[in-house]
């Protein structure tokens, strides 16, 4: 009979992941613009609406959830055989590699990236080939095909938009991966998390490619990163084959609520779309006139050059109760903060602080 001891060393390498727990202080009170969530309040009308609609059995009844993939399927004209619902992106993520890779297998990411592309790796402890970029903010694409055409790969995850960069990948060069890795036999994994900021998606491919899945989520351009509900797309028998894995029940019964009506009323997307892109042109003509440079990019962010002022920016920003994020993790670009974007009012507060800081 074998030892407790023994049976837990087989955990060590857990040990390897590095998680941190979240903060006790709430981000509620705050200004939000460090994880490209929603940060104003315009889904007020929808919250209310919400409100009224929940019943008891949102509560204590499982979730049900077929409207929801019969509303997905109508919006984005994707067949319903051919759709998983998931709880956010990342988890879209787990179900390929859980399908598509065993241990020791070796798979190409891109870097930096979504940091969940690195923590399933690791715990799925397949062996990550990644694709760097270089100071232009250019992914090494001769690398990636050298490491398509000289490897033994499973499966290729590719961020379009990119997170935290804000770059995409160009479509023939996708075209290119899909038809080098179709022949190689390799599945791909697009990201378009931030899908509508970037109006390009693979999804109308799946049918031609039987190696693709694209994964999305409504955390981002529709703002309901709490609701945890995203998607897969794929061919109907790659589908069949992630929606065996799914949990019990994908997600939630008020997700699938708050997901279903927010579909049916496109004019929530498409003030926030349009706030954010209103806020982004303000932005970037007043970093203009800071003389600042800022990094353009395909989603609802930007990343701007606070030189040797960067920590300071930092603590500035925190202390009037704004939320940033610091770093791009490309050499060159260490004094550069990323400010998610939100409408115009928001922004003109950010500015602001700009100003105060560079006098």
Not at 189 to 202: N, Q, R, V
Not at 204 to 209: A, F, G, N, S, V
Request: with cysteine; hydrophobic share 40%; charged share 30%.
């Amino acid at each position: 009979m074998k030892s407790k001891k023994n049976i837990l060393s087989k955990t060590l390498w857990a040990d390897k992941i590095h998680r941190v727990r979240g903060p006790v202080e709430t981000r509620f009170n705050k200004v939000r613009l460090d994880k490209n969530e929603k940060p104003d309040f315009h889904l007020s009308e929808l919250l209310k609406k919400i409100k009224k609609n929940i019943r008891h059995e949102h509560l204590t009844a499982y979730p049900e959830t077929e409207n929801l993939y019969k509303t997905i399927s109508e919006k984005f004209k994707i067949r319903k055989e051919s759709i998983v619902l998931t709880p956010g992106s990342d988890a879209a993520i787990k179900s390929c590699l859980d399908l598509l890779t065993e241990k020791d297998d070796k798979i190409i990411t891109i870097d930096p990236t979504f940091a969940m592309v690195d923590i399933y790796s690791k715990i799925k402890r397949v062996k990550q080939i990644k694709i760097n970029y270089d100071k232009k903010l250019e992914l090494d694409y001769k690398n990636l095909f050298k490491t398509i055409n000289n490897k033994t790969i499973s499966l290729i995850i590719l961020a379009n938009p990119n997170s935290p960069t804000g770059t995409i990948i160009p479509k023939k060069i996708l075209s290119k991966i899909l038809k080098s890795c179709k022949k190689k036999n390799i599945a791909v994994l697009i990201d378009e998390a931030y899908f509508g900021f970037y109006k390009f998606s693979m999804v109308p491919l799946i049918k031609k490619y039987s190696n693709l899945i694209v994964c999305r989520t409504f955390s981002k351009a529709y703002g309901l990163a709490g609701c945890r509900v995203g998607f897969l797309a794929a061919n109907k028998n790659l589908a069949k084959r992630l929606y065996n894995l799914r949990p019990m029940y994908e997600i939630n019964s008020i997700g699938a609520m708050i997901v279903n009506e927010i579909l049916k009323k496109n004019s929530y997307v498409t003030k926030n779309l349009k706030d954010q892109l209103d806020g982004k042109k303000y932005l970037f003509k007043e970093l203009k006139k800071l003389k600042l440079q800022y990094l353009d990019g395909y989603a609802n962010f930007i990343h701007v050059n606070l030189g040797n002022k960067k920590n300071i920016a930092e603590r500035t920003f925190l202390k009037h109760n704004i939320l940033i994020r610091g770093g791009l993790n490309v050499p060159g670009y260490k004094n550069f903060l990323r400010i998610s974007l939100g409408p115009k009012n928001m922004m003109k507060n950010v500015v602001q602080i700009l100003k105060n800081i560079l006098k």
